[in-house]
């Protein structure tokens, strides 16, 4: 694989903060078996990769999640009464994780 260093050029799309982030350009050529060594550029593990219309790859970052967690997450209900609880922390009420038997 060849990597080759291009100019800093400003990433599309603004953030809320009205700044243009920059990112690093590096020329990727792919192996004879269509492969390529991502190992100085990838910041991530897992990716999930899309193709445009136009060829163009779009790589996002990615994380696998349980079907239970999903479940959970899909849950609005859920979801806010977890979002009030983290914000208002003194709503919290210890559990007991000792393993011994309680005492009724």
């Known amino acids: ?3 080759l260093q291009v100019d800093r050029v400003p990433k ?3 953030w809320a903060s009205g700044t243009v982030p920059e990112m690093t350009v590096q020329y990727v050529e792919l192996q004879d078996r269509k492969r390529a ?3 100085r550029i990838a910041k ?3 990716y999930l990769v899309r193709e445009e219309p136009d060829g163009t790859l779009i790589w996002e970052p990615a ?3 349980t ?3 999903r479940r959970l997450l899909q849950d609005a209900a859920l979801v806010a009464q977890v979002s009030r609880t983290r914000t208002q922390p003194d709503t919290l009420r210890r559990r007991d994780r000792s393993g011994a038997p309680r005492a009724d």
């Open 12 to 14: 599309a799309g603004c």
């Open 63 to 65: 994380t696998v999640i």
């Open 67 to 69: 079907q239970a967690e």
């Open 1 to 3: 694989m060849t990597q």
């Open 37 to 39: 060594n991502l190992a």
């Open 44 to 46: 991530h593990d897992a």
